[in-house]
C-alpha cells in the first residue's frame, strides 16, 4: 500500500491560514489523495480528496503538485474547531491512516 | 442522509468474554468497512466488505474476529475470547464507490479488563 508522509505537529494562530503538506512520492495513477481529520473522541471526519486537479470545497482547498508526489491541504482562515489530528491517505479501495499532523490553533 | 451508527457506544468486557459490535452503514452504500484504533495511533484497517461479499481481511484480523454482513445492509464484527490487547476504539465506515468519500461512524469503545 502507498505510504504518506507528514510532519507531526503545525501550530497556528485562529484566522490565519494553515497549509498542512503531504509526500506521496510511491503514488500511483489511480490513487485517490484524500484528507481526514479527527477530532478527540470522535471517527474521522471527511474534508477533501482528488486526483489529479486542485480541488475546492467550503472546508478547504487541495492542492495537488502536478507529479502528484506531493500536494498540500490548506485552511484558508483557522478557527479554533480545526484543531484536530489531519490525515492525508492514498485511497484506492481502502484507507491506510498514517499518524497524521497534530494541528494547534491558538486563540 | 442518517448517518453511520454504531451500536453500543461503550462496552466494557472480562477477559475472555465474547462481544459483538454492530453498524449500521448510510442505505446506499456499497461497501463497508471495519477499522481499529489505539491511544495515540491512526485507525488500522481490518476488513471490508462489497455487498454481503467480505473482499479483504487484515492480517491484524486474528482467528478470534470476525465479521459478517449478511444481507449487504448492516455489520457485525465479532470478537472472541478477549484480551487486554483487544481494547481500542473499533470504527465502522462506508461508502458508495471505490476511491470516493467514506463516511464514519462514532465508534465503539472497547475496554477489556
Known amino acids: 500500500d502507498a505510504k504518506t508522509t507528514q510532519p507531526n505537529s503545525m501550530e497556528s494562530n485562529e484566522e490565519e491560514p494553515v497549509h498542512l503538506p503531504c509526500n506521496h512520492s510511491t503514488i500511483s495513477g489511480t490513487d485517490y489523495i484524500h484528507w481526514y481529520r479527527q477530532l478527540p473522541s470522535q471517527g474521522p471526519e471527511y474534508v477533501i480528496h482528488?486526483?489529479?486537479s486542485n480541488v475546492n470545497n467550503r472546508m478547504a482547498s487541495l492542492a495537488i503538485a502536478e507529479d502528484r508526489k506531493s500536494s498540500t491541504l490548506i485552511l484558508h482562515r483557522a478557527t479554533l474547531r480545526d484543531a484536530a489530528v489531519y490525515y492525508c491517505i492514498l485511497n484506492t479501495d481502502k484507507l491506510i491512516f498514517g499518524t497524521g499532523t497534530r494541528l494547534q490553533v491558538f486563540p | 442522509d442518517t448517518g453511520v451508527s454504531q451500536d453500543p457506544r461503550h462496552k466494557i468486557t472480562k477477559r475472555g468474554q465474547n462481544v459483538t459490535f454492530r453498524c449500521d452503514p448510510i442505505?446506499?452504500?456499497?461497501?463497508l468497512y471495519w477499522y481499529r484504533q489505539t491511544l495515540g495511533q491512526g485507525p488500522e484497517f481490518l476488513t471490508y466488505f462489497q455487498n454481503e461479499a467480505q473482499l479483504e481481511k487484515s492480517r491484524l484480523l486474528s482467528d478470534r474476529f470476525s465479521a459478517e454482513r449478511p444481507k449487504g445492509s448492516f455489520s457485525t464484527l465479532e470478537i472472541q475470547r478477549t484480551e487486554q490487547g483487544d481494547s481500542a476504539m473499533y470504527l465502522c465506515?462506508?461508502?458508495?464507490?471505490?476511491?470516493?468519500?467514506?463516511?464514519f461512524g462514532p465508534g465503539t469503545r472497547l475496554l477489556v479488563l
Open positions: 482528488g486526483l489529479t
Open positions: 442505505s446506499e452504500h456499497n461497501r
Open positions: 465506515a462506508s461508502s458508495q464507490l471505490a476511491g470516493g468519500r467514506d463516511y
